[in-house]
């Protein structure tokens, strides 16, 4: 099974943020990839696949806890690209076979910059290991039949970001997500496009440019500058999800509101619906504010749902008369 990487405007994996209701909503409005959010090998591998026949989805359950790791549906299976966070190839694959048959691909996060991910020997700590990148995706590559790639940030050169995506390519990886920042830069640093333009002439497969795309404008900007033909796109999502949409994004406002039936939909975490509300109302508004304090105040679904006006929604989506 392949997915197609060029020509793709895509929801970047985003921590707490990309969970199934906000893959949906990135999707409905045009986003023709989806990333999951990371998750560790460790924390897959401790997990049983179940179907939810109430929800439609398909969960992977944490044994033990209980706790749903991740969560899916048929719908977005030829989309859904899942990320996992490793440090080991033997382990990365056990994690990506539980998941192959329910996804559309698996990427490695070799980019992320926090400690709890590098002093695991993690994402961006696999950038200055080039041997161990060959083996985690030639053993990826070997055993799975989808699609196998990863995202990296750039090196401190251009020479050796452009060496060591040539490394990645000949691992036979289906496309490389570049992240237009070094290790060291912080968010507010602008990603460096012209970098990204090295890698996409250097390499054969499609490179994926990443970094500061805020309006469906950015799209055609980051392509023409980069070369690159396929866009991904973060915080400009979790700002408003309808920055995918051609004709301009929607108001905030119904996005949001959207985002909270996607979640009541999807049963989702409420700690992941109230962390992703907590970056859009921070981006537009303040958690200050009487809207701010009252989400962070609310414990369940059902509270957000009372707090948006959603409380119909809600019961009919849970199966019980409101009235
Ligand atoms: C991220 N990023 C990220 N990257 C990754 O590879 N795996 C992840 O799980 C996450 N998690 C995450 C959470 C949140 C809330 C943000 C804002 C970012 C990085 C992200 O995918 C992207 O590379 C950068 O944010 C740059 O893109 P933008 O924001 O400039 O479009």
């Known amino acids: ?10 929801l970047a ?9 906000f893959r949906m909503l990135a999707s409905e409005y045009g986003a023709d990839i989806t990333y999951g959010e990371e998750i560790v090998d460790h924390k897959i591998i401790k997990c049983q696949r179940q179907i939810n026949e109430s929800l439609g989805t398909i969960d992977f359950v944490e044994k033990g806890t209980g706790s749903v790791v991740f969560r899916t549906c048929d719908a977005e299976r030829c989309r859904v690209v899942f990320q996992i ?4 190839a033997v382990r990365a694959l056990t994690a990506a076979q539980l998941l192959c048959k329910d996804v559309a691909a698996i990427d490695i996060n070799m980019g992320c910059p926090k400690s709890f991910s590098v002093s695991g020997g993690m994402g961006a700590a696999l950038l200055t290991k080039p041997d161990l990148i060959n083996d985690i995706l030639t053993t990826l590559k070997r055993n799975l039949d989808i699609p196998v790639t990863c995202k990296i940030r750039l090196l401190p050169s251009s020479h050796n970001t452009v060496e060591l995506a040539k490394r990645i390519e000949k691992t036979g990886v289906s496309a490389l997500a570049v992240h237009g920042r070094k290790v060291a830069d912080r968010p507010r640093d602008p990603a460096q496009w012209d970098k990204i333009a090295d890698v996409v002439a250097a390499l054969s497969i499609p490179v994926i440019a990443n970094g500061d795309v805020f309006d469906y404008e950015d799209f055609q900007r980051i392509k023409s500058v980069t070369g690159a033909s396929s866009v991904m796109v973060a915080r400009g999502a979790v700002w408003n999800a ?9 108001p ?3 996005v949001k509101r959207e985002y909270i039936r996607k979640s009541i939909l999807w049963d989702n975490d409420v700690k992941s619906t109230k962390h992703t509300l907590k970056e859009m109302i921070m981006h537009h508004s303040s958690l200050e504010l009487a809207e701010g304090k009252a989400m962070i105040r609310s414990a369940t679904l059902a509270n957000l ?4 006006g959603e409380e119909s929604y809600y019961w009919f989506v849970n199966g019980i008369n409101g009235c």
């Open 252 to 254: 905030w406002e119904s």
């Open 305 to 308: 749902a009372e707090l948006y």
């Open 1 to 10: 099974m392949e997915l197609e990487y060029r020509d793709r405007h895509i």
């Open 242 to 250: 309808s920055i995918f949409k051609p004709e301009g994004k929607l």
């Open 13 to 21: 994996p985003m921590v707490r943020v990309g969970t199934l209701p």
């Open 85 to 88: 966070g490793t440090s080991d």
